[in-house]
């Protein structure tokens, strides 16, 4: 399922509820987050509504958000397509082009280090 960055905007806040939540209180969060409406809010809840990335449930005169897409496996996809279109689907080519672009901390190249002898000792 793709959605968009703003559409990701609200599915942020949909995603750290852990209770549905009603409009309001979205558009309370990204209205003082983002110089945006609360028509803009809404029709990106009733966007992310059409596509089931998220459900509505009717709470007396109003409706109840929560997501249906879960946070971890947008991530897997927004990755895996990333990947596919700029490295061909391979993660060395990847890893390469960010430490061409910056220098890596020795942290992070420790980390590195540390994923990649887990991947190993899986194996």
Known sequence: MSISEAESQVMEVLWREPE?????QVVKVLVGAHDWQEAT????LNRLLKKGA????????????????????????????????LFGGRIAPLVAHF??????SKAEIDEL???IEGMRDGQ
Do not use: F, N
């Not at 009717?58 to 249906?68: A, C, E, F, I, T």
């Open 99 to 104: 430490g061409s672009q910056r220098k890596l």
């Open 54 to 85: 998220i459900r509505a449930t009717k709470d007396g005169r109003r409706y109840l958000y929560s997501p249906v897409l879960r946070r971890e496996q947008w991530i897997t996809d927004e990755s895996k397509g990333l990947l596919d279109r």
């Open 113 to 115: 280090a540390r994923l």
């Open 20 to 24: 549905p939540v009603p409009a309001e």
């Open 41 to 44: 809010v809404k029709t990106l």
